[in-house]
């Protein structure tokens, strides 16, 4: 993985409107970032894999690639954080964004105060992706560049729209994890926080951070139920206490990473296995098994 100091100072920016781009900079330079800012989706991969940023906004209609695109080529080879700035605010474009690697999905017009609460709160979440950054010597990466300076760059290669995404590497047994006492277990589902490792019985559950963290936090709560409200603020690293950002768009997401997890434990929301839902309330474990 590349340098902390370096990631902790530059973030990406893929929007084709100047004024947006130009917000976006002033918001992220405030916040002590180094900036790369490009217009348009096949650049913007170029320079995540380039830059390796701590954080990188995409807009969702541009030229070339769209970010749903974009987004599914930069999570198959970064960590990134990735925020998702758009006004498409259908579920249907919520589920898309979260579904391609995003970690957050704010509408547009957005406020920046927000924006820089909701990056905040990503930063204080654990950064333990499983995808590594590309090696120089491979032929898919970019060229190695100086470190970015807090200007917008602008980065063309049009190699990138060819680019495969990369399924995730998994051999047929299930990886080495730590002392059994750190695994929480519901029904044959096992989670391990240390090695961030979902288990069904013994075939590997792959998981992005947030659904591991959404999962995390329903099985240690068991029966408990988890309100959106809650959920959105576990996510967050922040206290239950504090709900000044929590609005109707968070609790879609919240919505939006449950039918992501749902599907990938092959849970039925009518007859689940693992997670059930309390209409109006949140969501909580199924009982086990007598």
């Known amino acids: 993985m590349h340098d902390a100091a370096q990631t902790q100072k530059t973030a990406v920016i893929v929007e084709d409107d100047q004024d947006v781009r130009d917000l976006l900079v ?15 989706g096949i650049d913007g991969v170029n320079a995540v894999l380039t830059h390796q940023p701590l954080i990188t906004t ?12 974009a987004a599914r080529r930069i999570r198959a080879r970064s960590d990134t954080y990735i925020i998702m700035l758009t006004a498409l605010d259908e579920e249907a ?20 105060r927000e924006l820089r609460a909701r990056i905040e709160a990503l930063l204080r979440r654990p950064r333990t992706g499983t995808v590594s950054a590309v090696p120089a010597s491979s032929p898919a ?3 190695q560049a100086a470190p970015a300076a807090p200007t917008p760059v602008a980065m063309a ?22 002392d059994d ?11 391990d926080p240390e090695t961030r490792i979902a288990l069904i019985e013994d075939r590997v559950v792959e998981l ?20 959106k409200v809650e959920l959105t603020l576990v996510l967050r690293g922040e206290s239950y206490l504090t709900t000044d950002f929590v609005g109707e768009a968070d609790k879609r997401a919240i919505e939006a990473h449950m039918t992501n997890l749902r599907r ?26 007598p």
């Open 208 to 227: 992005t951070r947030t659904e591991f963290d959404l999962l995390h936090a329903l099985m240690e709560s068991k029966r408990r139920v988890r309100s």
């Open 93 to 112: 474009d919520v589920v898309l964004g979260l579904s391609a690697g995003a970690d957050e999905y704010l509408n547009k017009p957005f406020r920046p």
């Open 141 to 143: 990466s970019a060229p």
């Open 157 to 178: 290669d049009s190699s990138m729209s060819d680019m495969a995404v990369l399924e995730p590497a998994h051999p047929g047994q299930p990886p080495h994890a730590g």
């Open 26 to 40: 002033q918001v992220l330079q405030a916040a002590g970032f180094a900036t790369v800012a490009v217009d348009n």
């Open 181 to 191: 006492s750190a695994w929480v277990v519901h029904r044959d589902l096992r989670l």
């Open 58 to 69: 995409l807009d969702v209609n541009m030229p070339g690639i769209d970010g749903f695109e």
């Open 264 to 289: 990938k434990l092959g849970d039925a929301p009518t007859q689940p296995r693992y997670i059930e839902t309390v209409r109006g309330v949140g969501y909580r474990l199924t009982s086990e098994l």
